[in-house]
């Protein structure tokens, strides 16, 4: 008899980091291991980590270092996801305590990895990239029970100067759709009413098997499953967002009324440096094929401020893009240099207090956007989902089409109603800056 072993595992970073660890999850489960909820009470500890940034980065090590000072004997460690790709073996002198390092691009190959882990091994690691698979497995443990993840395609094929993503995550590789129709299918019979589908650069999805459908194709196609009310899809990159990927929203109504459409600048200049492989006017135009569909789409994006060579001039024509564009909200971000990425190579750094000045300009013009774009929604109605109730405040959580937070009161109803996971219609009473307030209206 196998004697059952405990996990916990921390995850850091993106969606995709987060989808990975329910696989991994998963994967875990089968092989007879149990979750528990504090690293104190674990014998074997997972950490997926993130290294987009230096802070997300350092936080990692800070928590390995913390952690084994205060409960660490007699403990197992193990680095997943983009940390341990990026530092490889590294980490084992950083950290000795650490047993195991794996990228994503090598969890197919965890279930031996565990075996050699529990057959004493203190050293494993899983470090290849040259791979052409994906990490498909029916053993996914999904965190939450309404809305699920579905990955699409892994790793990514352009070289953003800043980004290192393609040495973190190997190439691209996108899953066959009947593999990702029949997950989709799984996921209705189980509940699940919203679907999001993950990947680098969705976008660039290419099916693999002989049907060949593109990414709008599969959106569509996604978007009819039975049951599935709601699809989501991130992050696309602005050279491969296409017109039909509008079309596709247009046509669907389960297609939510939300694009995440990174810019990054709004000087081409910048992009050049940054070799996104687009410039200023073909990133609006992107902007007005999505501003004239005939359903309203909330529109968000991702900013780097003080790129190496952003001049004042260059920041300006960002300030001038979040307005023209009008976003409904942006993630914002100081440059920060990454190892192995192309960008080291580039002089004439910005300060730090630089980058600083100008991401505190960036945050408080867009704060004003939202503040208008918000306000627009007033009186309006809105589809919510419901996904959880704030005790303190009495509202109900929602979430609208468009992505936004619309927390809400349900007058003259019994307080004990679980409107978790429902699909609640609400009046926008009040907007602030980051979310909606309102009354459900039946
Ligand atoms: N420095 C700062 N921000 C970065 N991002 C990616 N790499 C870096 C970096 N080196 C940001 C980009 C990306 C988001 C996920 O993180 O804006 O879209
Ligand atoms: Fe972080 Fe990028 Fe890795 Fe996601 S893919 S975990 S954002 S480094």
């Known amino acids: 008899m196998r004697v059952v072993k405990t996990f916990y595992i921390e995850t850091f970073g993106c969606q995709m980091n987060a989808h990975d660890s329910e696989k991994v999850i998963g994967t875990l489960v089968a092989r007879g291991y149990s979750q528990v909820a504090t690293p104190e009470q674990a014998e074997l500890v997972f950490y997926n980590t993130c290294s987009i940034r230096d802070k997300a980065e350092q936080k990692v090590f800070s928590r390995l270092q913390q952690f084994k000072k205060e409960h660490g004997k007699g403990k197992t460690f193990a680095v997943l996801g983009c940390v341990a790709q990026q530092e490889g073996e590294r980490i084992f002198e950083k950290a000795p305590h650490v047993s195991l390092v794996c990228g994503s691009a090598s969890y197919n190959r965890l279930p031996e990895m565990l075996v050699q882990l529990e057959s004493g091994n203190r050293r494993v690691t899983g ?51 009947a593999s990702i129709m029949a997950e989709a299918g799984e996921l209705a019979a189980a509940g699940y ?14 099916d693999p098997s002989p049907a060949g459908w593109d990414f709008a194709t599969l959106l569509a196609h996604v978007g009819r499953t039975p049951g599935i009310r ?22 669907n109504p389960s297609l939510c009324n939300h694009v995440h459409l990174p810019v990054q600048s709004g000087s081409t200049r910048v992009l050049e ?37 952003e001049t004042e001039a260059d920041f300006e024509e960002t300030l001038a893009l979040i307005e ?29 207090e630089e980058k600083g000045r100008r991401l505190a300009v960036l945050q408080e013009r ?11 929604y007033l009186g309006r109605v809105e589809e919510c989902l419901v996904e959880g109730f704030n005790k303190a405040t009495g509202q109900w959580i929602g979430r609208t089409s468009q992505n936004k937070t619309l927390n809400f009161i349900r007058p003259a109803r019994n307080a004990e109603d679980n409107l978790l996971g ?17 009354e459900s209206v039946h």
């Open 422 to 438: 429902s699909y609640i219609e609400v009046k926008v009473t009040r907007a602030g800056p980051n979310s909606l307030a309102g």
């Open 324 to 352: 023209e564009v009008e976003y409904d909200s942006i993630f914002s971000f100081k440059y920060s240099r990454r190892p192995n990425t192309p960008a080291l190579a580039l002089g004439d750094q910005i300060p730090e």
């Open 230 to 251: 709601r699809v989501r899809f991130t992050t696309s990159h602005p050279r491969d967002f296409v017109r039909e990927i509008v079309d596709a929203i247009d046509a």
């Open 127 to 177: 470090l290849s990239l040259d791979t052409d698979e994906t990490f498909d497995t029916p053993l996914t443990r999904r965190d939450n029970p309404h809305r699920a993840y579905i990955t699409i395609i892994e790793g990514c094929d352009k070289s953003c100067a800043y980004c290192v993503v393609p040495f973190t995550r190997g190439p691209e590789r996108s899953r066959a759709s």
């Open 273 to 309: 440096a940054m070799q996104r492989l687009y410039t200023r006017d073909d990133y609006m135009r992107r902007i007005e094929w999505i501003k004239s569909a005939r359903r309203p789409i909330a529109i968000t994006s991702d900013i780097i401020v003080g790129f190496p060579g």
């Open 193 to 206: 009413t919203e679907i999001q589908l993950l990947g680098q650069n969705v976008n660039s999805y290419r």
């Open 366 to 376: 867009q704060r004003a956007i939202q503040v208008r774009r918000n306000a627009t």
